[in-house]
């Protein structure tokens, strides 16, 4: 536990790439093979699950740090994350005196998620009292979650490739898939090479860039194919030795969220993989991510939402064919294989993502503003003789989305950041217009929104936030209606959980108008004039 | 009603009786500086009264002044009220402010710490019945390591980057933290440059206290006498042109916010040594049961959570608006 909380303080103290590879990889060397399975699980979000819900965590560290919960929540409220709280307030009292390796504690949180709260309590607070300052933080994050230390699984990968001198691709893929880090072992998982072993396992995702140019910098419109770009889940669907497989792009494999997709498992042969888009249908046409949402966090799912929100499989690709690996072969020729399968299994389940014709970069721009019209967020550039890639990769596929819509909103609320930004306020509420039943205008709360401005501007608003503040709520803050910010979102639509019966996608801050006053904010009436 | 003996109003903390303020925060005719950080000695006044080994010090920062001294624990008298001055541990020449009227005692800490720094006369503490306490660390989430911990990290941290030939650049306040890291770097490691502001004020304060040897940093520095070496800067350097000539450099920030992990990289430092000249929790409840006041009255920092705090052990705490700062992150302070 030593050497691991000593790694993540390591890559929590630098922002350089190569020194968190270097230390990485200088670890994936020095530990126990054991150790080094639990490592790639964690780094992988393979975390074995909480074993505690984190309100018998405050209870538990309150307690032990002798002060009210009504204190600790205020301090948690200021060091912005619940693990790093825990390991301040609580003083180290007792020396340690075994060391117990990563591997040992994982299982024990393991153990520890069947035993009654007096079990779970006991063995918290032991542990808290015995280790030192930052090896009970990582202890505790271990039970609470995310690091958030900047290590992807890419970067994890890389270190690994080096450590071990097996080819980076390769450990992505036998890294992949649905394997558990109590029963394999390192042997098992990296450095053994079994084929019957990928049964389940999809391909690493191709992933595009934003396209910033433009798309007449790509050169001659005949070496390209062009898409829409759907707004659901990137997905991969596998049939091999007669069961299917559906892996989203987050590499979580949910087949079990989407029994629809066990009605089209005998049509499809063995030895096939598709790429694709996962979306939702209304009434036979796309419906909006909104409507997706309401499936995707089920895991199980009632008849009645079937029947309500079916998903389906917009394909777009085909991966392996006859148990043959596709993606050497070039984009053009896959494409015609898919289209073939596609059309002979014929049902509605599994569809295609059509290709768009066009002679000119022009013809294409037309089509792009009009993508809203056909529920996509924009276009997809694919080079026609393009493989299929690892990752994010740079020529031959670009992403060319719509401009974002955008609307004046007003700053009513606001909270402190996570993380970097925890002595910042940073995460605004922001409201429109509306008329209210007595024809007064009132503000309504439209959105959340946390990225966009610069750490001046962020420090600025901070500043004003300070010094304006109306009300609090626990972390929250009413402040003076006084700012306007352009708010841009990528989709929208009508929501029932909302106050303000719109949900956006994706909103973010594009601007502070510093020019507006907040009577020149836009209204809701505005918003839902944009809903298609 | 009488008025209490002192009163916070728009332009610092006043003693009616005695027509003289305490670190005001607007020009005032007479006024009582606990210690030199440019929050508490401010501009204009037309007469200071403070404790000797801070007068050089406004002095340095203020220029031409009208001051009077007092030694720690000597009384006098204005208009029948009865101050002295007590080492408030914070930086060089730091008091606390004792006032007592008809029997009545009154302690304002100004910024203190119970910790000995090796630099400043350690604070004592002072038996009264109303309070002025700062709070800027009080959190439970608060709570720092013996010095000497932190000081072999900090020369670790200098011989480590020194072993990958790169310059050590540590950030600290110009007055107080500076010489405070300073007087405890080991000399054996390498040579300690300064930048000027640091070097400047160094300068004024080696006659209060004996310090390892420092080097100015000019436009004649040759970035390979830095290499392996220590610089220690203010803040406000940080990101500033003026730190190129470092390169290649690690940087560290030496201060109470670096417990947490956030402000450290929000600052986008290399490293946090947590260093403070404040009280933790820890330390302020102690020195709260020390001064055995009835009356709490707290200033700045966290002042709604810890004055709650103090009400639910039973204390009568309050808080009150003034611009101190306490310990920041930011360069304000510098500017001075």
């Known amino acids: 536990m030593k050497r691991f909380a000593a790694l993540i303080k390591r890559l929590d103290t630098t922002n350089k790439t190569n020194v968190k590879v270097n230390a990485l990889a200088e670890y994936f060397k020095e530990v126990s093979d054991q150790d080094k399975v639990w490592t790639i699980a964690l780094l992988s979000h393979r975390r074995p699950s909480r074993p505690i819900n984190t309100t018998l965590l405050r209870e538990y560290a309150a307690e032990l740090a002798r002060i009210e919960l009504w204190l600790f929540e205020d301090s948690y409220h200021i060091v912005g994350d619940l693990a790093e709280t825990i390991a301040l307030v609580i003083p180290q009292t007792e020396k340690k005196e075994d060391e117990k390796s990563l591997t040992q504690y994982l299982e024990d949180m393991i153990w520890l998620k069947k035993q009654d709260e007096k079990v779970k309590k006991s063995y918290l607070q032991n542990e808290w009292k015995h280790l030192p300052y930052y090896e009970r933080f990582v202890f505790t994050k271990l039970l609470t979650g995310g690091f958030r230390i900047g290590v992807s699984q890419k970067l994890m990968t890389r270190a690994l490739a080096k450590a071990t001198e097996i080819d ?67 997905a991969q669907l596998i049939k091999r030795n007669d069961e299917i497989f559906l892996w989203t792009r987050g590499e979580e494999l949910v087949t079990d969220r989407y029994p629809e997709f066990q009605k089209i498992k005998d049509l499809i042969p063995n030895g096939t993989v598709f790429d694709g888009e996962l979306l ?3 009434n036979d046409s796309i419906g909006s991510f909104y409507d997706l949402q309401k499936r995707i966090g089920r895991r199980t799912v009632s008849k009645s939402l079937l029947e309500k929100i079916p998903v389906i499989l917009r394909t777009y690709d085909l991966l392996e064919f006859e148990e043959k690996d596709l993606r050497e072969t070039a984009f053009a020729e896959r494409r015609k294989k898919l289209s073939n399968i596609v059309n002979e299994i014929a049902h509605p389940t599994l569809g295609i993502s059509e290709i768009i014709t066009f002679k000119k970069w022009d013809d294409l721009k037309e089509i792009r503003e009009e993508a809203r019209e056909v529920k996509s967020e924009g276009l997809m550039l694919k080079r026609r003789d393009a493989s299929y890639k690892i990752g994010r990769k740079k020529g031959d596929w670009w992403k060319w989305k719509l401009d974002p819509m955008s609307i004046d909103a007003v700053l009513t609320y606001a909270m402190r950041g996570h993380g970097r930004r925890s002595n910042l306020f940073t995460d605004y509420t922001f409201a429109l217009w509306s008329e209210n039943e007595h024809g007064e205008r009132e503000l309504v709360t439209f959105a959340k929104a946390y990225s966009g401005l610069t750490d001046k501007e962020f420090k600025a608003v901070d500043k004003f936030i300070k010094a304006n503040t ?15 910010f352009e708010i841009g979102f990528e989709a929208i639509a009508k929501s029932t959980r909302h106050k303000s019966g719109v949900a956006t996608r994706f909103p973010r801050i594009i601007r502070w108008r510093k020019d507006k006053k907040i009577e020149e904010a836009n209204s809701l009436e505005d918003l839902k004039e944009l809903i298609q | 009603m009488e008025s209490p003996l002192l009163i916070f109003n728009d332009k610092g903390i006043y003693c009616p009786p005695a027509d003289i303020y305490i670190d005001a925060w607007r020009p005032v005719k007479k006024c009582i500086i606990s210690h030199g950080h440019s929050d508490h000695a401010r501009y204009g006044h037309e007469y200071y009264l403070t404790h000797p080994r801070n007068e050089p010090i406004i002095k340095h920062r203020l220029g031409k002044i009208n001051v009077e001294t007092v030694e720690w624990g000597e009384k006098f008298k204005i208009n029948g009220v009865t101050f002295s001055l007590h080492p408030a541990g914070h930086v060089i020449g730091s008091s606390q402010i004792r006032v007592e009227y008809k029997g009545e005692v009154w302690v304002f800490t100004g910024d203190y710490k119970l910790q000995n720094d090796g630099v400043c006369a350690p604070w004592e503490p002072i038996q009264c019945h109303s309070l002025i306490t700062e709070c800027t660390f009080g959190l439970p989430a608060f709570n720092w390591r013996p010095q000497h911990e932190v000081m072999t990290d900090i020369n670790q941290w200098w011989k480590e980057n020194q072993k990958e030939g790169k310059t050590s650049v540590i950030f600290g306040y110009t007055l107080g933290k500076a010489q405070r890291i300073l007087k405890h770097l080991d000399p054996s490691i390498g040579k300690i440059h300064t930048h000027g502001a640091i070097e400047n004020m160094t300068t004024v304060l080696r006659d209060l206290c004996e310090f390892p040897e420092t080097n100015l940093i000019t436009r004649e520095t040759k970035k390979e006498e830095l290499l392996g070496n220590i610089v220690i800067a203010p803040p406000s350097a940080h990101g500033s042109p003026w730190i190129r000539k470092m390169v290649p450099y690690e940087t560290a920030a030496a201060s109470g916010w670096m417990a947490f992990r956030g402000a450290r990289r929000r600052r986008a430092m290399d490293r946090g040594f947590v260093l403070s000249d404040h009280c933790n929790w820890h330390e302020l409840l102690t020195a709260i049961n020390e001064f055995g006041a009835e009356k709490i009255i707290c200033t700045h920092g966290y002042t709604d959570i810890f004055s709650k705090y103090l009400r639910s052990i039973g204390l009568d705490a309050r808080t009150e608006k003034t611009q101190y700062e306490g310990e920041t992150l930011e360069t304000e302070k510098e500017a001075v």
């Not at chain 1, 109590?182 to 990928?198: G, N, P």
């Not at chain 1, 109306?470 to 306007?484: A, M, T, Y």
């Open chain 1, 168 to 234: 980076e691709d390769i450990l992505a893929y036998k890294l992949m898939g649905n394997w558990k880090p109590q029963t394999i072992s390192f042997k098992e998982l990296v450095l053994d090479e079994k084929a019957s072993d990928y049964l389940s396992k999809p391909y690493p995702f191709y992933l595009a860039y934003a396209l910033e140019e433009e798309p007449s910098d790509l050169g001659s419109p005949e070496e390209w194919y062009a898409e829409h770009k759907w707004d659901g889940i990137r």
């Open chain 1, 280 to 282: 939702p249908m209304i």
């Open chain 1, 470 to 484: 109306v009300e609090r709520f626990g972390p929250v803050r009413s402040v003076v209606p006084e700012l306007v």
